[in-house]
């Protein structure tokens, strides 16, 4: 098909800002930061190489994920701690982009769509954008799965994040494996970095820069219930749903503050009437 002739002026077409963000009430970092003093560490949890952890965290407490070993990459669903809400990573990313750090917050799903957590600090923020266009925490790619993994090679691979998110969360809550793959969803990919290849707009990985004693934190804004994956392809430098790359565990420790940060509440549910014009 051949180009018309103003196809330089359509390229050349301003792009708009899909959801400007100016009217979201932004977090009170400083508050959050100062509620930290004096905070004392209630449990610890850990999510073996190639395996799964889940985790509760109330409302107003703050919870780490902690590398403690080597480079390791993990996926991180996240749910109300009744499991009606559920991470939405799309909304998310179309709120706050492909990749999060601090200030950003990971929001639920419809029709609560409010504040599940909000990260309050990232000790990976000084990586930013590299030359490829990578970044890291990002909410663009799925989780590895089973499915594709079959489709791409027609293998059975079980120790994928999809398959290990689904064992944790039917252990921790007396599911059967069917009720809760219903319930596992996109992920935030902690401590991956990856991108979008400029020449064909495909998803890439590279090697996290995560290093020991990295740590990604989040405020939780409402009670939660958490479900954390060391990916199997460890730091996803070069493949993943692999049993060769190098793994590491993952910690996840939370935190009670001695107070909420002052003036804080727990985010009300979504406004809108759900009339859906009716």
Same mark, same amino acid.
């Given at each position: 098909?051949?180009?018309?002739?103003?196809?330089?002026? +359509?390229? #050349? +077409?301003?792009?708009?800002?899909?959801?400007?963000?100016?009217?979201?009430?932004?977090?009170?970092?400083?508050?959050?930061? $100062?509620?930290?003093?004096?905070?004392?560490?209630? $449990?610890?949890?850990?999510?073996?190489?190639?395996?799964?952890?889940?985790?509760?965290?109330?409302?107003?407490?703050?919870?780490?994920?902690?590398?403690?070993?080597?480079?390791?990459?993990?996926?991180?669903?996240?749910?109300?701690?009744?499991?009606?809400? +559920?991470?939405?990573?799309?909304?998310?990313?179309? %709120?706050?982009?492909?990749?999060?750090?601090?200030?950003?917050?990971?929001?639920?799903?419809?029709?609560?769509?409010?504040? %599940?957590?909000?990260?309050?600090?990232?000790?990976?923020?000084?990586?930013?954008?590299?030359?490829?266009?990578?970044?890291? /925490?990002?909410?663009?790619?799925?989780?590895?799965?089973?499915?594709?993994?079959?489709?791409?090679?027609?293998?059975?691979?079980? /120790?994928?994040?999809?398959?290990?998110?689904?064992? @944790?969360? #039917?252990?921790?809550?007396?599911?059967?494996?069917?009720?809760?793959?219903?319930?596992?969803?996109?992920?935030?990919?902690?401590?991956?970095?990856?991108?979008?290849? +400029?020449?064909?707009?495909?998803?890439?990985?590279? @090697?996290?820069?995560?290093?020991?004693?990295?740590?990604?934190?989040?405020?939780?804004?409402?009670?939660?219930?958490? @479900? %954390?994956?060391?990916?199997?392809? &460890?730091?996803? &430098?070069?493949? /993943?749903?692999?049993?060769?790359?190098?793994?590491?565990? %993952?910690?996840?420790?939370?935190?009670?503050?001695?107070?909420?940060?002052?003036?804080?509440?727990?985010?009300?549910?979504?406004?809108?009437?759900?009339?859906?014009?009716?």
């Amino acid at each position: 098909m051949c180009e018309p002739k103003d196809a330089a002026e +359509r390229r #050349a +077409r301003p792009a708009v800002i899909c959801y400007p963000t100016e009217t979201l009430p932004h977090p009170d970092l400083a508050g959050y930061r $100062a509620a930290r003093a004096g905070w004392k560490r209630v $449990a610890s949890h850990v999510a073996d190489p190639r395996e799964a952890a889940c985790f509760e965290v109330p409302a107003g407490h703050f919870f780490r994920i902690v590398s403690v070993e080597g480079p390791q990459v993990g996926d991180l669903n996240i749910w109300s701690a009744d499991l009606s809400e +559920r991470f939405y990573s799309g909304k998310t990313r179309a %709120l706050h982009g492909t990749h999060l750090s601090t200030g950003d917050r990971l929001w639920s799903s419809f029709p609560t769509l409010r504040p %599940l957590a909000t990260i309050t600090e990232d000790t990976l923020d000084w990586y930013g954008i590299d030359a490829d266009g990578g970044s890291v /925490h990002d909410v663009i790619g799925t989780r590895c799965d089973p499915y594709t993994h079959n489709l791409l090679s027609g293998g059975q691979y079980h /120790h994928c994040c999809h398959s290990n998110l689904t064992r @944790a969360l #039917a252990q921790a809550r007396g599911l059967s494996l069917s009720e809760a793959e219903a319930l596992v969803h996109d992920v935030l990919n902690v401590f991956m970095c990856t991108g979008f290849t +400029r020449d064909t707009g495909q998803y890439f990985m590279k @090697a996290s820069p995560v290093r020991p004693g990295d740590y990604l934190e989040f405020f939780a804004e409402t009670d939660l219930f958490g @479900a %954390l994956s060391a990916c199997p392809g &460890g730091d996803c &430098g070069a493949e /993943h749903s692999s049993d060769t790359a190098a793994c590491y565990p %993952l910690q996840i420790d939370i935190y009670r503050p001695d107070a909420p940060p002052a003036g804080w509440v727990s985010p009300t549910l979504n406004g809108y009437d759900r009339s859906h014009g009716v």
